[in-house]
């Protein structure tokens, strides 16, 4: 198979991974709502987006932080808890009850997924743990947010994804140290049945200090380099590569060099440039922010969980607002994807979450949802 049907191969198994991540959310936001975890009292007041915002920014301040003091096994040891943490929500509302204050079953499957991420964070790990951490944070989101908070959260993380790539570039530093921590901030998706996520050196600058400059590189065996750079937020792209020199640029939500590559930071935005002949196609691995599936599914969630309708699915809050806005995702991922092969530039949340939005409006019209219902600007006109 050549490193064109590998890359398109791999790019289908991305939009699989988000249909898992939107699927899983979807399907655990009832059950979330009835075991009591949702963390407002109000869904529907629009500051909660504010909060969750600024949640984003000390939690950026405080990795940065954590990267420049060298205490960055305490930074990979809080991601292991925390993504071991939400995965215990997940698996207390999926495995049986046995009667307990606190379910052994769920305590031990989320056990495992700590132990495993951080004794073997090989990208099988990684990948899986990233699916059940986006769907349950997703779901605890949706229903924590009703659709205007989300809207807004959307459009807020869109901006600043856009304003990061373009603009500051703040959080190069930071993705520049979180690569080599190995954590499940980032999907990882090989196009080589040898690759190995282990394997990969560590990003090293490429001119000084990844502070100095905020690139920082890896390289090991193979032929192209990936270079990524970005914004931190829990959010999803993928990383080119090049062939043999510095072709290709790609910013990301959490992003690094795989084991060909350059690693230039984190965020929720891709921004790809690549003038070798094979343009994004030459690469070992693409790598995708879990943010950026992350985000837009909080959309789909919401939309699940609050939007008018019955669900078109026994079991699944899938309403045809969610449906819609699943389908918008998926369609906004696609172009990036082919954006990201193609070499070309550009910010992913922006394309992501447009097209979850757009998707939404679209599927709350057809559901005979007035607009202003469908936005939650109802209660205030």
Not at 98 to 125: C, F
Not at 165 to 193: C, F, N, Q, R, W
């Amino acid at each position: 198979m050549d490193r064109r049907r590998r890359a398109y191969v791999a790019g289908g198994a991305i939009v699989g991974i988000f249909l898992l991540v939107q699927l899983g959310a979807l399907a655990l936001v009832e059950p979330f709502k009835t075991a009591g975890y949702q963390p407002v009292k109000n869904p529907q007041n629009p500051t909660n987006s504010l909060v969750y915002v600024g949640a984003i920014l000390v939690a950026t301040a405080a990795m940065l932080v954590a990267l420049r003091l060298d205490v960055a096994w305490l930074l990979r040891a809080f991601i292991v808890f925390s993504g071991a943490y939400l995965a215990f929500y997940v698996f207390s509302v999926l495995l049986p009850d046995v009667g307990w204050a606190v379910n052994p079953l769920a305590v031990a499957a989320a056990g495992l997924i700590g132990v495993a991420l951080y004794v073997h964070p090989e990208w099988y790990v990684i990948d899986a743990a990233g699916v059940v951490m986006g769907a349950g944070g997703a779901a605890l989101f949706g229903i924590s947010f009703g659709v205007l908070p989300a809207l807004i959260l959307l459009v807020v993380l869109a901006v600043y994804d856009a304003i990061s790539v373009y603009g500051t570039e703040h959080m190069l530093t930071l993705a520049s140290g979180v690569m080599d921590l190995k954590v499940p901030v980032i999907l990882v998706i090989p196009l080589t049945l040898s690759y190995s996520f282990l394997d990969a050196e560590p990003p090293e600058t490429a001119s000084g200090s990844a502070a100095d400059d905020g690139t920082a590189e890896a390289t090991a065996d193979g032929a192209g380099t990936t270079e990524v750079e970005g914004a931190g937020t829990p959010s999803a792209d993928a990383a080119p590569s090049e062939a043999d020199g510095p072709a290709g640029e790609m910013e990301t939500d959490i992003g690094g060099g795989n084991g060909d590559g350059q690693a230039h930071g984190e965020s929720e935005d891709t921004r790809v440039t690549d003038d070798s002949g094979d343009g994004g196609f030459d690469r070992d691995a693409i790598f995708i922010g879990l943010g950026d599936a992350v985000i837009p599914t909080v959309l789909v969630a919401s939309a699940g969980f609050f939007a008018t309708g019955a669900s078109l699915v026994p079991g699944i809050a899938l309403t045809l607002p969610a449906l819609a806005a699943m389908v918008g995702t998926l369609a906004g991922l696609v172009v990036l994807l082919w954006m990201v092969l193609q070499g070309r530039a550009h910010a992913g949340l922006p394309l992501l979450n447009g097209g979850a939005i757009l998707g939404y409006i679209a599927g709350a019209l057809a559901a005979g949802i007035p607009l202003v219902e469908a936005v939650g600007l109802a209660p205030y006109l």
